[in-house]
C-alpha cells in the first residue's frame, strides 16, 4: 500500500490534510452563573460520562455552551484531541491546566500517573468551585476578591482544605453574589455536585422533590457529600 503523501500526490509538502469544521457558535462557560452555570456544568460532565473517554485536560477554556432559539442551553466538551477511551491504562504526558489538577498529579510526576474515571471527574469539581469563586456576573472579578489567583502558579495545596471550608460553611470565603446567590445556596449546590461529578449517585436522584424541606435535603446532601469524600479520598 502506498504511504499517504504519494497517494495524495503531495510531494514536498508531506500528507497532512487540513479540514474546516463548521459548528454553532459555542460561548465561554465563564458567562455563566447561577442555575445557568449548574445547568450547563452538569450536563458537560453527563456528556463526559457518556462518552467513555478519559479527557485528561478538563478545564475552564473546554467547556462551552450554545444557546438554542427557544433559550435552551446546552453544555459542550472540547478538545477531545488527546482524549482515550476508558480502556486504555497508559498515561500520557499531559498533566492538565495547573489550576484544576488532580490531587494525585500535584503530589507525583504526572507523566506517570494511568487514567482514570476519578482523574477526570475531580477535575471537574475544581473547575466548578473556580467558577464560582473566581467569576462574578459573568466576568473575572478584582484581584482582591480572588482567592484561587495562587492556584494558576501551582499552589494547590489547599484544596482539600478548601472544601472543608466549604462544606463546614466558613464564612471566610467571599463568595460572590451574583443572580441572588447566597453562601447556604451554593453550599447546597455543591453537595449536589461533588457525590455527580464523582460518579457516585444517580443524578437524576436530585431532581427536587417538594416533600423534602430544604433543610432536610441539605441535611441528606451533606450525608452523601462526605460519604463521596471517603469513597474517592478527596
Given at each position: 500500500m502506498?504511504a499517504i503523501p504519494?497517494?495524495l500526490d503531495?510531494?514536498?509538502?508531506?500528507g497532512?490534510?487540513f479540514?474546516?469544521?463548521?459548528?454553532?457558535?459555542?460561548?465561554?462557560?465563564?458567562?455563566?452563573d447561577?442555575?445557568n452555570?449548574?445547568?450547563?456544568?452538569?450536563?458537560c460532565v453527563?456528556s463526559?460520562?457518556k462518552?467513555?473517554?478519559?479527557h485528561?485536560?478538563?478545564?475552564c477554556?473546554?467547556l462551552?455552551y450554545?444557546?438554542d432559539?427557544?433559550g435552551t442551553?446546552?453544555?459542550?466538551v472540547?478538545?477531545c484531541d488527546?482524549?482515550?477511551n476508558?480502556?486504555?491504562?497508559?498515561?500520557?504526558?499531559?498533566?492538565?491546566?495547573?489550576?484544576?489538577?488532580?490531587?494525585k498529579?500535584?503530589?507525583?510526576?504526572?507523566?506517570?500517573?494511568?487514567?482514570c474515571?476519578?482523574?477526570?471527574q475531580?477535575?471537574?469539581?475544581?473547575?466548578?468551585?473556580?467558577?464560582?469563586l473566581?467569576?462574578?456576573n459573568?466576568t473575572?472579578?478584582?484581584?482582591?476578591?480572588?482567592?484561587l489567583?495562587?492556584w494558576m502558579?501551582?499552589?494547590?495545596?489547599?484544596?482539600?482544605a478548601?472544601l472543608?471550608?466549604?462544606?463546614?460553611?466558613s464564612?471566610?470565603?467571599p463568595v460572590p453574589d451574583?443572580?441572588k446567590?447566597?453562601w447556604t445556596?451554593i453550599?447546597?449546590?455543591?453537595?449536589?455536585?461533588?457525590?455527580?461529578?464523582?460518579?457516585?449517585?444517580?443524578?437524576?436522584y436530585?431532581v427536587?422533590?417538594?416533600?423534602?424541606?430544604?433543610n432536610e435535603?441539605?441535611?441528606?446532601?451533606?450525608?452523601?457529600a462526605?460519604?463521596?469524600?471517603?469513597v474517592?479520598?478527596?
Amino acid at each position: 500500500m502506498p504511504a499517504i503523501p504519494e497517494k495524495l500526490d503531495a510531494g514536498q509538502y508531506g500528507g497532512q490534510s487540513f479540514c474546516m469544521v463548521l459548528s454553532r457558535a459555542l460561548l465561554p462557560v465563564t458567562d455563566l452563573d447561577g442555575d445557568n452555570l449548574l445547568d450547563v456544568w452538569s450536563q458537560c460532565v453527563e456528556s463526559h460520562r457518556k462518552a467513555g473517554a478519559h479527557h485528561h485536560d478538563i478545564g475552564c477554556a473546554n467547556l462551552k455552551y450554545c444557546r438554542d432559539g427557544d433559550g435552551t442551553l446546552t453544555g459542550v466538551v472540547l478538545d477531545c484531541d488527546l482524549a482515550s477511551n476508558f480502556s486504555a491504562t497508559s498515561a500520557i504526558p499531559r498533566a492538565g491546566t495547573i489550576p484544576f489538577r488532580t490531587k494525585k498529579r500535584i503530589r507525583g510526576n504526572s507523566c506517570r500517573v494511568k487514567p482514570c474515571c476519578r482523574q477526570d471527574q475531580e477535575t471537574f469539581i475544581w473547575v466548578f468551585v473556580w467558577l464560582t469563586l473566581q467569576h462574578e456576573n459573568g466576568t473575572l472579578r478584582p484581584p482582591r476578591s480572588r482567592i484561587l489567583d495562587g492556584w494558576m502558579s501551582g499552589n494547590l495545596s489547599g484544596k482539600t482544605a478548601l472544601l472543608s471550608r466549604i462544606f463546614n460553611n466558613s464564612r471566610s470565603i467571599p463568595v460572590p453574589d451574583c443572580n441572588k446567590w447566597n453562601w447556604t445556596y451554593i453550599r447546597w449546590r455543591l453537595f449536589d455536585l461533588l457525590p455527580l461529578a464523582c460518579g457516585v449517585f444517580d443524578p437524576s436522584y436530585y431532581v427536587c422533590k417538594p416533600e423534602r424541606t430544604n433543610n432536610e435535603r441539605a441535611e441528606e446532601l451533606a450525608e452523601r457529600a462526605d460519604a463521596a469524600l471517603q469513597v474517592n479520598d478527596f
